[in-house]
């Protein structure tokens, strides 16, 4: 009979309340590679400084995961319920995930979406200050704020400021006192531009999360339809449909953690709407042209999620969305010889609207970055943003400018040695003096048989190491409609294994430069 050890990775302490509840949880099996032993690795989500749980050693088959039971806490707060409501023990086990490597990956399009998606439309960030939020990411990203509700437009629940860059929309709201509402005798709905905002849960999202992504929002071309159909096929429902004004419709369902995935719909679409009809009750705001701002992001490429669990995540927006995978990595792909991750993409059928997420994964040396994050993000949420752009030259230069002035500051160039082969690993696509730029502004380079990928990411941009962005711009793939206008297929070139691993290893070492300023421990008496 052979037996293998579980290894237990550290968790933030949790306070347990003085009743203790039997909970599911899961035991995560990894194939042996250099970045991880072999054996099981136990994800326990909840743990307490004060309890010495004892794991004994479990015989396990060769099969992707076990079913265990052990003493945790039901604190909705804790890491257990980062996807949401928490699995009760009688819940049946999550389909099985198996995960074959970016090498081993074969790319396929079923076309298998259950409901017509057209984009995305746009991000939403909860804060405390959105006024002074907003102001930042437009100086640091050319988004020049286009629309806004506020007080001085009548709402008195919330303040939301729109910043536009060609199709990219970045929507950042922060409440205001309830009591203000309630002394003039005004209803939420009477007021509210985002009539799916909450006092109370912007202001707990806020305090745990910190700057942070809130919904996800997609085009659609019927949002009912796209509920309705997302909620029969498993998805959590967040906000039912409601209409507004006659002209749009917006709903929202779970994605996951706090963040809600919404649906946006217009009764009568058209690409000449003017920014006030984003969402009825905002106004236009004319700072475009007393103070333009366009450093060349055209739109949103990509958001990234962090997860505790890679393949429940998947199976579940799979599941609602008929999405399919476009891409997977795991720890041997682009991990150290220190922690690693997994990661999936999840695409639309015009691969327009991709939705990567990464679990940590455990038993190495170093914490996962994944990890890393889940703590201070307390739960699952939006990791980055990856902005489209035009032309990253043009875009990288102006934001470089303003990296010292109030806007982003980038993680640290690779070194000179990862230029100098360049050339040969990605051909003709890039000329001397494009090279020579990329050089200069730190910007990653990838192919796949399809596309040229560049790319560069910032810190992150808030208090906590969480949320950060990402520049890219896609070359090649270019494509004619039925009309022989010209565009560009969605996810040309890929998610580069390249760049990954890269990126990889800047967060990592990032994550060093913090951990270097910490005080030591004192030492035990």
Known sequence: MKTRTAVVDHFPTIPFPPRLFL??????????????????????????????????QAELSSSSSVHHTILSSPNPTAPAAAMGKATAPSSPAAPTFNLVGFSNFVRANPRSDRFKVKRFHHIEFWSTDSTNTSRRFSWGLGMPIV?????????????????????????????????????????????ASVPTFDHDACRRFSAK???????????????????????????????????????AVIAEVELYGDVVLRYVSYKNPSDSDPDCWFLPKFESVDEASAFPLDY?????????????????????????????????????????????LNSAVLANNEEMVLLPMNEP???????SQIQTYLEHNEGAGVQHLALMSEDIFKTLREMRKRSNIGGFEFMPS???????????????????EQ??????????????????????????VG????????????VGCMMKDEAGKEFQKGGCGGFGKGNFSELFKSIEEYEKTLEAKRPAEAASA
């Open 463 to 474: 208090d906590r190491p969480t949320i950060f962005i990402e520049i890219i711009q896609r």
């Open 23 to 56: 909970h599911s949880f899961r035991v995560k099996y990894y194939q042996p590679t250099k970045h991880h032993p072999p054996g099981p690795i136990w994800s326990i989500r909840n743990t307490n400084s004060i309890l010495n749980i004892l794991l004994h």
């Open 414 to 432: 690779p070194p000179p040695t990862y230029y100098k082969n360049l050339k040969n690993r990605v051909g003709d696509v890039l000329s001397d």
């Open 296 to 340: 060349g992001i055209r739109r949103l490429d990509h958001a990234v999620g962090n997860v505790p669990e890679l393949g429940p995540a998947v199976a579940y927006v799979k599941g609602f969305t008929g999405f399919h995978e476009f891409a997977e990595f795991t720890a041997e792909d682009v991990g150290t010889s220190e922690s690693g």
């Open 361 to 367: 994964v455990f038993g190495t040396k170093r914490k």
């Open 209 to 247: 999360h910190g700057l942070a992504v809130r919904a996800v929002a997609i085009e659609v071309e019927d949002a009912e339809f796209a509920f309705r159909t997302s909620v029969a096929h498993g998805a959590r429902p967040s906000a039912e449909p409601m209409v507004l004004d006659g002209r």
């Open 435 to 460: 090279i020579r730029q990329c050089e200069e502004l730190g910007i990653l380079v990838d192919k796949d048989d399809q596309g040229t990928l560049l790319q560069i990411f910032t810190k992150p």
């Open 147 to 191: 629309a806004k509700s506020d007080l001085s437009t009548g709402n008195v629940t919330h303040a939301s400021y729109l910043l536009r860059s060609g199709d990219l929309r970045f929507l950042f709201t922060s409440p205001y006192s309830p009591s203000i509402a309630q002394m003039d005798n005004l209803s939420h709905t009477a007021t």
